[in-house]
C-alpha cells in the first residue's frame, strides 16, 4: 500500500508540475488532488523540491532507458544513431519536466534540478560516444576524437530540443531529424576537405 500511495503521489505531482510548474505548484494541492494528507507528502519526500527532484530523476531514467532499448534494437552504427535522435526527441516530448528545466530557469532555484539535467546530459553522450566507437571500430565512421563529437552531437540536440519540441510537430521534427543527419553522415562539402586548415 505505501508503495502504490507514494507512486500516486509521485503520478500527481508530475502532471501538477508540467502543468503549473514548481512555482505555482503547491504541497496543499499535490495532497488533495493525491487524496493524502500533506503530512504524508512530507514523511515520503521531506518537501517538495525533493518530490520534484524525484520526478526529474524518472524522467531523465525513463528517456535514457527507452533510448538505449531502442539503440540496441539495430544492427548498424549509423541505424543507431538516428535510433537515438527520433527516440530522444519521442521521449523528451513526454517529459515535460525535464524539458522545462531550460525554459522556466529553475536551476537558479534549485541547483541540484541543473545537477540531474547534466547528469542527463552526460548519460546521453555516453550512448552516443558508444555507438560512435563502434562505428569507427567497424570502419563506418571516420572521427578524429569519439568523445569531442559524441559532446557536439548532444549539444546540437539538446540545443534545438525546446524549439522543435515546443513549436513543431512530430512529422516536422522527423523531417529536421532527417536533414541533420544527413548532414551528418554526408556532411556539406561536395569534396573532402579539412575544416581545420579551411
Do not use: C
Not at 539495430?74 to 519521442?90: C, G, T
Amino acid at each position: 500500500m505505501k508503495q502504490e500511495k507514494f507512486e500516486s503521489i509521485l503520478d500527481i505531482a508530475k502532471r501538477m508540475f508540467a502543468r503549473y510548474g514548481l512555482r505555482k505548484t503547491s504541497m496543499d494541492e499535490i495532497a488533495r488532488m493525491a487524496r493524502v494528507a500533506k503530512a504524508t507528502i512530507y514523511n515520503y519526500f521531506g518537501s517538495k523540491d525533493r518530490v520534484y527532484m524525484e520526478v526529474l530523476r524518472r524522467e531523465s531514467d525513463e528517456v535514457v532507458q527507452k533510448v538505449s532499448s531502442s539503440v540496441a534494437e539495430e544492427s548498424s552504427p549509423k541505424d543507431k544513431l538516428i535510433a537515438f535522435a527520433r527516440v530522444k526527441f519521442q521521449y523528451m516530448r513526454r517529459a515535460v519536466n525535464l524539458l522545462n528545466l531550460d525554459r522556466e530557469g529553475i536551476e537558479k532555484l534549485l541547483p541540484a534540478a541543473e545537477e540531474i539535467r547534466n547528469q542527463f546530459f552526460e548519460r546521453e553522450v555516453d550512448i552516443i560516444h558508444s555507438i560512435l566507437k563502434e562505428g569507427m571500430e567497424k570502419g563506418v565512421f571516420q572521427l578524429r576524437d569519439v568523445l569531442l563529437t559524441a559532446r557536439a552531437i548532444g549539444h546540437a540536440l539538446r540545443g534545438f530540443e525546446l524549439n522543435w519540441l515546443v513549436q513543431e510537430n512530430e512529422e516536422r521534427i522527423d523531417h529536421y531529424l532527417d536533414e541533420l543527419m544527413n548532414i551528418l553522415f554526408y556532411g556539406l562539402m561536395s569534396e573532402k576537405a579539412d575544416i581545420a586548415k579551411a
